[in-house]
């Protein structure tokens, strides 16, 4: 059996007497699934800042069976590691072409700041040109030129979702895609996960346990920063420590 792409052994985040994180372990395989749930406040999303190089933590990180410092924010996406934020985290200001051409910044020479100071024509049109594509993926190449305050909140999800696909991820990390949005969106946000996990292996955090139940293959359960559960969806939903800690507190969200 091969390596896991991602394995996280013994990961504990502080803020001050804190613990956000306390000894954590996590595996995400190829083509692997898996969600990462808990109540409110429980480190999901700390685990994904640590993952990000957002937040100093402790532990260790293997990539594919190969021991590697924490990344800082900027090597994660030649390290294959792509995210969304909470949220959307778009520039409002923007187009949506603009927003998902930034996402694909490593393709262009000079990177980042050079891309805000103007594109050579050549780069320009490949940025374009992969933007567009990682559109059509979330159906909304027909919106690109829109400023992204002008759009409504489900369609943003779908643009922020664009924008960390467009570098071709090998692992994609998902915060809460089905929060905020109502049920015909969800069920796309659904579909949508099934879809792209042919393409990446997805670290999931979401409180729609619809949605987690469906299209994880495994889910890791955490409470105050610790682990408390692991395994399959079937394993999860039955398991008694998560239903007092996870299902019983947080039912009115699903
Ligand atoms: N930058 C920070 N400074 C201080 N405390 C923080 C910081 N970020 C997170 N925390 C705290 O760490 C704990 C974990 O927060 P985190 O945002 O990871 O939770 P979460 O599982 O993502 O919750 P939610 O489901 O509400 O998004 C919380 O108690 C939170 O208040
Ligand atoms: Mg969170």
Redesign the pocket.
Known sequence: MSAPLLSINGLG?H??G?A??SDVDIELNKNEVVGLI????????????ALSGL?SCEGNLELEGKSHEWPQPNELVDLGISRTL?GVGLFPDMTVLENVMIGATKFATGGLIRSALGLDIRTEKVLRSLAMDALAKVSCTGIADRKVDSLPYPTTKRIAIARALVSDPKILLL??PAGGLGAEDIEWMNSFIDVISNRCSILL?E?HMDVVMSVCDRIYV?NF?KLIASGTPEHVRNNPDVIEAYLGSSAGKQ
């Open positions: 985040v803020f001050g804190l956000a994180l808990g109540p409110n406040g429980a480190g999901k999303t700390t685990l994904f800042n937040v909470q915060d809460e955090v409180h955490l920063g």
